[in-house]
């Protein structure tokens, strides 16, 4: 898989950065050079990786302060390097980032420098379709959409769809690649239920097939810093993102 993927969700807690750090994961493991790019000021991907917010990242790039190769981290899979929010995520300027990635070339320039460099590009982005996401959008090739399996994902799924496509008018590159579902519960009527009804209101091509599904495991791993995919590979979420990271693979050779 090449190019720039954006991880985008309208709402936080849906399982956004935990699909990005576990879709990199396998695509690494698969044996694709991935970078991880962390571009919400929040900087959850160091937790879930288990990595220091030291060196700089995303934000001394646009600063102008670092550059790629000083701020590309490695990881323990050979084919994954991640991009760390930097500065930001411990400066809590969260106002003059956003200004600054919405009025800078450099996030744009940053990802046509990675994959220049072979790597496919995974992108983390904080909730909502503000000035960071829209930036990252249109800097984008694909994207697709986290949506847990509850009530309110039926009332937000309308206003991510409507905010991507206004994205795609715009940007001829950009192409939505999907809803992955996650927070799924078999055992739970009400969660089948909830994603059952996306799909009957979605293209068929739109849901990726294979649900994401809540598990302790999960959990615990992004606790313990390591993505699940790589600390329980048995894990039903693992099947599943690895199955998210085939499909992707195969539709972008």
């Not at 917010?53 to 490695?74: F, K, S």
């Not at 008018?169 to 239920?193: N, P, S």
């Not at 600390?231 to 039903?236: I, Q």
């Amino acid at each position: 898989m090449r190019g720039t993927l954006a991880v985008v969700s309208q709402k936080g807690g849906v399982g956004k950065t935990t699909t990005a750090i576990n879709l990199a994961t396998a695509l690494a493991k698969r044996g694709v050079r991935t970078l991880l790019a962390d571009v919400d000021p929040q900087g959850s991907v160091r937790f879930g990786l288990g990595l220091r917010n030291e060196g700089g990242g995303i934000a001394d790039y646009l600063e102008g302060t670092r550059t790629l190769p000083e701020i590309v981290r490695a990881t323990p899979l050979p084919f994954l390097r991640v991009l760390l929010a930097g500065s930001v995520a411990d400066s809590g300027d969260h106002v003059g980032y956003a200004q600054l990635v919405a009025s800078s070339h450099k996030l744009r320039e940053l990802f046509a420098l990675a994959v220049q460099r072979g790597y496919a590009v995974v992108v983390d982005t904080p909730p909502g379709l503000g000035p960071i996401v829209q930036a990252v959008l249109a800097a984008s090739d694909r994207v697709i959409v986290p949506l847990q399996c509850e009530p309110l994902a039926l009332q937000t799924t309308s206003q991510i769809l409507k905010g991507i496509r206004a994205a795609i008018a715009q940007h001829d590159a950009l192409k939505l690649e999907g809803i992955v579902l996650t927070m799924y519960e078999e055992d739970d009527a009400l969660c089948r239920k909830i994603a059952e009804r996306v799909r009957s209101q979605l293209p068929p091509d739109l849901v990726f097939p294979v649900p994401v599904p809540r598990t302790r495991t999960t959990t615990e791993a992004f606790a313990a810093g390591q993505p699940v995919v790589l600390r329980s590979p048995s894990d039903a979420s693992s099947a599943a993102y690895a199955a998210l990271a085939e499909a992707l693979s195969l539709r972008n050779p």
